[in-house]
């Protein structure tokens, strides 16, 4: 006899569980702990099965009558009802595992051994901040090229260009990640290759040759900016190096014998070791500032973390306070270098191994794994002499004027 709402409601569990029958094979299991499951009882291919329906009261009597219909036409047509349950459970487990946020994820782990922590948070950082949010939690396979167009068109109207291009290649590099795992046959990035617009470059401001002498004479003239600053500004003109590398900069990267400072891979932008010969004034304002910062594993620390390199925006902004503000920046010395040394007839292969550029020319590449060593020595000597005729020139006109 069918069950009704009335029996279903009153079933009390006992010590065993036992079952109410509806028909058809349907029936409602009660638990002793008092749980109340509809189930199907079936055969297919000779064998005896059981499909889990849900539980009641969340699935009603009607609905758990017309599942287990629904199961009964499956059956006649030769379909294991449990069997393409499970099939479909499995199916959603693994688009929930495939959507873009888990395969990014998996993407981001796979490559964390081999960035640096730091480098590592901001990849990640863009992710949750412009990635993610912008394109959804849609199984990867599912995503079109009109979506990650508008993520970086968006990014790219705010000016922020080469953020959108590397949003792109990010995006790129998840897709690819996905087809090599096996989730997908498609990468919508790839159309997008070279669609970002970019305005002109405009290269970082750089101090005019005509203006070394009154630069120095404003730096030294200049009582709030901290003696290591000081140095610091000094130092990144003698050797033009990237302030990044500056910043980083360690004693223990120092052959003072050798008068070499050696910076690691991992300090460098393109992630290449390189060299940098030490001229005499050089050395002279190391010897100045190893008294002062000796202690600390950093050149320049931060001052209210000693443990840490000094901030990203020292120097710029002590040169903001100079008046230089847009006018010049720290970046800026490589390109006033450049000038100079080309001007007075240094070979651009030395002066561009020195800069630590590297070379897209296969020929002049293979070229540029000469170190030029010696000559790099001479070269920086003399630049070392250039600027430091001006800097006396500077002193000269800060005493003229004490007077």
Not at 86 to 103: D, G, H, M, S
Not at 169 to 175: C, E, G, L, M, P
Not at 323 to 342: K, M, Q
Request: glycine share 6%.
């Amino acid at each position: 006899m069918p069950l009704n709402d009335r029996q279903i409601r009153n079933a009390k569990p006992t010590d065993k569980p036992y079952k109410l029958a509806d028909g058809g094979g349907l029936h409602l299991a009660v638990t002793p702990a008092g749980g109340k499951l509809w189930r199907l009882k079936y055969r297919m291919d000779g064998k005896e099965k059981l499909l889990s329906i849900g539980k009641y009261p969340a699935v009603s009597l009607v609905e758990a009558r017309e599942a287990a219909e629904n199961a009964r036409r499956d059956i006649a047509a030769g379909i294991d009802p449990a069997a393409a349950k499970q099939t479909a459970k499995r199916e959603r487990q693994a688009a929930l595992q495939n959507t873009f946020p888990c395969v990014a994820a998996e993407w981001y782990q796979h490559q964390l051994p081999s960035w640096q922590p730091s480098h590592a948070a901001r990849v990640w950082g863009m992710f949750e901040k412009l990635i993610l949010p912008a394109i959804g939690r849609e199984p990867i396979a599912e995503i079109r090229v009109s979506q990650i167009k508008a993520m970086i068109e968006n990014i790219a109207a705010a000016g922020n260009f080469e953020t959108a291009r590397i949003a792109l290649q990010r995006t790129k590099a998840v897709f690819n990640y996905a087809a090599l795992t096996e989730r997908t046959t498609n990468n919508p990035a790839l159309p997008l290759t070279g669609q970002i617009k970019t305005p002109p470059v405009k290269h970082m401001p750089a101090l005019p040759q005509g203006e070394i002498t009154e630069f120095y004479r404003r730096l030294l003239s200049d009582g709030n900016i901290r003696h290591t600053t000081r140095l610091a500004l000094l130092f990144i003109m003698l050797t033009f190096v990237r302030a990044g590398e500056l910043r980083r900069a360690e004693w223990a990267d120092f052959d003072f014998e050798a008068r070499e400072w050696r910076i690691p891979a991992e300090k460098m932008k393109m992630k290449a070791p390189h060299i940098v010969p030490l001229a005499d004034w050089a050395l002279e304002i190391l010897a100045e500032l190893q008294p002062l910062t000796g202690h600390s594993r950093y050149l320049f620390p931060a001052v209210a973390a000693p443990e840490k390199p000094m901030s990203e925006n020292t120097l710029s902004y002590a040169m903001g306070r100079m008046g230089y503000s847009g006018i010049a920046t720290p970046h800026g010395f490589r390109s006033l270098a450049t000038d100079i040394l080309n001007e007075n007839g240094y070979p651009p292969d030395v002066i561009e191994r020195q800069l630590a550029h590297v070379e897209q020319n296969k020929v002049r590449a293979a070229y540029h794994r000469t170190e030029y060593l010696p000559q790099r020595h001479e070269m920086m000597q003399w630049y070392s002499d250039y600027l430091r005729e001006r800097y006396r020139q500077a002193l000269a006109m800060i005493a003229d004027k004490a007077v």
